[in-house]
């Protein structure tokens, strides 16, 4: 019985994987890993069974691929690192995967403090993509740039990452509100660290409702410990010198 895949690519991520994957036929499979490879599309995210707990599939070539409208309902799911790939368009809601502890979707531009040998580095020359100024806003590839309208955030998640992107201060609205939103268990609300940094178009700077969550949820106790408050909250611009959006 199969309960764990891996594949990592060990020749700077030109290996491909090629065709649609599927993971149904693993009907007993709890974790799958997959890194520096280049995949045709993200078919197989809908493919696994609902024994599945971690899905740590970072820095792969996921260029201009979005995510599912509807993200499948794991209910086991307790960890999905989808980082660094190059995704673009929307984050869908989360708030149905009622195991979910770790979600982290960023990196989907290049900040400009990596070097050319970095994963994201070596995205840019594949894909050939032009360098532009970090701040140019929509005049690149900018990563993931909305937020479902229903966006919520499972009362278990702790660590949420969608740093690296282009979401603008309107977008992270709706992810603080989500964050706002979540309901305490046992008394403690669990979420521990949320980054939203190095945002291109405009989120680098939270407007007056988005500093409003803000407060919300760096003052309120019980936030990430009962009894004090915890949250690594982290927004703005972490960037040194001009970046590239890919």
């Excluded at 009907?27 to 078919?43: Q, R, V």
């Excluded at 792969?60 to 979005?66: F, K, P, R, S, T």
């Excluded at 290049?110 to 020359?125: K, Q």
Aim: proline share 3%; with cysteine; aromatic share 8%.
């Amino acid at each position: 019985t199969v309960t764990k895949f891996k594949y990592v690519a060990t020749n700077n991520g030109d290996d491909e994987v090629s065709g649609d994957l599927d993971f149904s036929s693993f009907t007993a499979l709890t974790e799958c890993e997959m890194n520096y490879s280049k995949l045709d599309n993200l078919n197989w995210l809908s493919t696994f069974p609902n024994t599945i707990t971690k899905i740590s599939c970072t820095s792969n070539d996921l260029y201009q691929m979005e995510l599912p409208s509807t993200f499948p309902t794991y209910t086991n799911l307790t960890h999905c690192n989808l980082a660094n790939g190059g995704l673009k368009g929307t984050i869908p809601n989360i708030g149905h995967l009622t195991s979910l502890r770790v979600f982290k979707v960023e990196g989907n531009i290049w900040g400009g403090f990596e070097g050319a040998s970095s994963w994201r580095g070596r995205l840019l020359s594949r894909h050939s993509i032009a360098t532009t100024n970090f701040g140019a806003g929509t005049t690149g590839y900018t990563g993931l740039t909305a937020v479902a309208s229903d966006f919520a955030i499972p009362d278990t998640l702790e660590q949420l990452t969608v740093n690296l992107n282009g979401l603008s201060p309107t977008q992270l609205n709706i992810i603080l509100l989500a964050c706002v939103n979540q309901n305490p268990v046992g008394g403690v609300y669990k979420l521990k660290v949320l980054k939203l940094t190095d945002q291109a178009n405009g989120g680098n700077t939270l407007d007056s409702t988005g500093l409003g969550y803000k407060t919300t949820l760096t003052t309120r106790t019980n936030q990430g410990e009962s009894g004090s408050n915890i949250l690594d909250f982290k927004s703005g611009n972490k960037t040194t010198g001009d970046g590239v959006l890919i």
